[in-house]
C-alpha cells in the first residue's frame, strides 16, 4: 500500500516511498534520460501489493503551455467509451512511418471525480503533447497517473510531454529499466529521430518511471480501481494491462492487437508466454476492450482470439519446418498466409515475425 503525501501514515510503506523516481545509470546513454528532474530514489512495488490512494491533498495546478514540440496534420479524435468515463484516441494499424507521423498506437484516460489516469502516451513528444491538450478540453481534472502498458517507442516518446508539462506519477513494470538501461533503447531512439524527424529529434529522451511494480498494482482514485496487470514477457519484458472498474474495461496495450499483425521479432519477445498472457486476458472477460493497435471492441473474445490465432499459427508452421529441418525461406512460401496477408503490418513485420518464431523452436530443439 501507498499513500499520497498528507493522506496518513502507511505501515507497510511509509508516505515517502510515493512519488519518487530512480536514478538509473546513464552509462552508455548519451543523455537520453531525462537530466535534473529525478524525484528521489525508485521505489519498486512487490507482487501482490494493492495501493489505495487518498487524495485528501490536491497537487499544484499545472502549467500552461503553449506547444513547445513541432506541430502535427494528425488529428487526435477522442472517443468515449458508452456509458462510462473512459476515453481514447486510436492510431493508425500501420508502423511508424513520415506518412502517419509516428501516430501508430492507441492510448486512453479515464475521468474520475479525484483526478485523471492515462494509459500509454503516444510515439512523439509532439503526439503525448496533443493527448495532454485532447484531455485538458474533455476534463479539468488534474492528471494523476501516467500508466506504461511497455516501454517500445511507439507508447512512450510522448511521455516527454507529460513529464514536462505535468505532476502526473509515472508508472510500469519493474522490466522497463532492463530496456532503458540497453543499447536497443539508444538504437531505436536514433532510428526514429531519422525516420520521423521533425517529430523525433535531438530534443527527444526516454522517461523513467517513477514507480514499478512486479506483479499486480491496484490504484484506486475517486471511486474508480484500476487493476495493473503484469502479462509478460510477451511481446516485451514489461507487458502490462488495466482493467478499469466499474465498467470492465480493459487497456490491453499490445499483447492484444486487433487485427493488426503484431510485431514479435524483438530479442525479447516471448510467444509462448505471451499464449499464457492472453489466457490471463480471457479470464478476466472484460466488457470493453482497448487494444494497443488496431479497433476497441465490446466482443472482447474476438480481438483476443485473432491475436491468439495469429501466435499459435506462426508458431505452428515455424515448429513443423524445425521438426523437419526445412530450410527456413521454403517453408515461409509454403505457409498459406492468405488469412492474414493484407492486414495493416502485415508486409512489414510477418517474415521477421516467422523467422524469429522459427529460431527460438530450433533452438528447443537442442535443449
Known amino acids: 500500500m501507498f499513500e499520497e503525501p498528507g493522506c496518513g501514515h502507511s505501515a507497510s510503506h511509509p508516505r515517502h516511498t510515493h512519488r519518487v523516481t530512480a536514478s538509473p545509470s546513464r552509462r552508455g546513454m ?3 534520460l531525462a537530466r535534473g528532474r529525478q524525484r528521489g530514489r525508485h521505489a519498486a512495488i512487490g507482487a501482490g501489493i494493492v495501493a489505495a490512494l487518498c487524495l485528501c491533498a490536491a497537487l499544484p495546478a499545472q502549467a500552461k503551455t ?4 513541432p506541430s502535427i496534420d494528425e488529428p487526435l479524435h477522442v472517443q468515449r467509451v458508452a456509458g462510462t468515463d ?7 494499424p500501420a508502423v511508424p512511418a513520415q506518412r502517419n507521423e509516428g501516430f501508430t498506437s492507441n492510448a486512453g484516460f479515464v475521468v474520475t471525480q479525484a483526478g485523471t489516469v492515462v494509459f500509454d502516451t503516444l510515439g512523439t513528444p509532439s503526439l503525448g503533447f496533443a493527448l495532454l491538450q485532447a484531455i485538458r478540453k474533455t476534463t479539468n481534472q488534474p ?14 516518446y510522448g511521455l516527454q510531454a507529460f513529464k514536462d508539462h505535468t505532476r502526473a506519477t509515472i508508472i510500469a513494470q519493474q522490466k522497463a529499466y532492463d530496456y532503458i538501461h540497453s543499447l536497443t533503447a539508444e538504437q531505436r531512439l536514433a532510428q526514429r529521430r531519422q525516420a520521423l524527424a521533425p517529430w523525433v ?8 518511471p517513477d514507480i ?6 491496484t490504484l484506486k482514485l475517486g471511486g474508480v480501481a484500476f487493476r495493473l496487470i503484469y502479462a509478460g514477457p510477451a511481446h516485451s519484458p514489461s507487458d502490462i494491462m488495466m482493467l478499469v472498474e466499474p465498467g470492465s474495461v480493459l487497456f490491453a496495450g499490445d499483447i492484444v492487437q486487433n487485427h493488426r499483425i503484431p510485431a514479435m521479432d524483438g530479442p525479447d519477445v516471448d510467444t509462448a508466454n505471451w499464449l499464457k498472457g492472453l ?15 488496431g479497433e476497441p471492441s465490446n466482443d472482447a473474445l474476438s480481438a483476443i482470439d485473432f491475436t491468439h490465432g495469429y501466435l499459435v499459427y506462426v508458431r505452428r508452421q515455424m515448429k513443423q519446418a524445425a521438426d523437419d529441418w526445412e530450410n527456413f525461406d521454403t517453408a515461409y512460401q509454403q ?7 493484407g492486414l495493416p503490418a502485415f508486409n512489414a513485420v510477418n517474415k521477421r515475425n516467422a523467422y524469429r518464431v522459427y529460431l527460438d523452436m530450433e533452438q528447443a530443439l537442442t535443449q
Not at 86 to 92: E, P, S
Open 279 to 293: 489466457e490471463t486476458v480471457r479470464k478476466l472477460n472484460p466488457h470493453f476492450i482497448i487494444p494497443g493497435h
Open 66 to 69: 503553449s506547444a513547445p514540440y
Open 201 to 208: 529529434n535531438q530534443n527527444t529522451r526516454v522517461v523513467a
Open 335 to 341: 505457409a498459406d498466409w492468405s488469412k492474414y496477408r
Open 212 to 217: 514499478t511494480f512486479s506483479d499486480r498494482l
Open 86 to 92: 473512459v476515453y481514447y484516441v486510436l492510431g493508425h
Open 143 to 156: 492528471i494523476r497517473y501516467v500508466i506504461l502498458s511497455h516501454y517500445h517507442a511507439d507508447h512512450i
Open 30 to 32: 548519451n543523455g537520453i
